[in-house]
């Protein structure tokens, strides 16, 4: 059982590889013109890679696993930080006038 982990692992490295290179772009890209987000860039040169781009079957495990997993684990953290970010913009004294206008039963 060990070995086929380790196979599967193995396999998806070319393509995670190819995934981070990609995301560095967008970083790079996002240093140089701040109004575009590095996800954006990054989605893009996806799309544009799986459209046009002849994507080698070397790259196919890593690439699957960082469009299934990868991206949905970074789409929960993103969405917990925004959720943190939005807590903590609140102080005690911004929340007690809402918290006295709930309604009272």
């Known amino acids: 059982m060990r070995e086929v982990t380790a196979l599967?692992?193995?396999a998806a490295v070319p393509g995670m590889v190819?995934?981070?290179?990609v995301a560095v772009v967008g970083?790079?890209?996002?240093?140089?013109f701040s109004v575009v987000s590095p996800h954006v860039v990054a989605v893009a040169l996806g799309i544009l890679g799986g459209t046009f781009?002849?994507?080698?079957?070397?790259?196919?495990?890593?690439?699957?696993?960082?469009?299934?997993?990868?991206?949905?684990?970074?789409i929960v953290v993103l969405g917990f930080r925004l959720s943190?970010?939005?807590?903590?913009?609140?102080?005690?004294?911004?929340?007690?006038?809402e918290i006295a206008q709930l309604p009272q039963r």
Not at 18 to 21: R, S, T, V
Not at 27 to 32: G, K, L, P
């Open 53 to 74: 781009g002849r994507i080698d079957a070397t790259f196919r495990p890593g690439l699957r696993v960082a469009s299934r997993r990868v991206l949905r684990i970074g």
């Open 8 to 10: 599967r692992a193995r």
């Open 27 to 32: 970083i790079v890209v996002h240093r140089e």
């Open 84 to 97: 943190l970010g939005e807590l903590s913009d609140h102080s005690k004294e911004g929340t007690r006038p």
């Open 18 to 21: 190819l995934a981070a290179g």
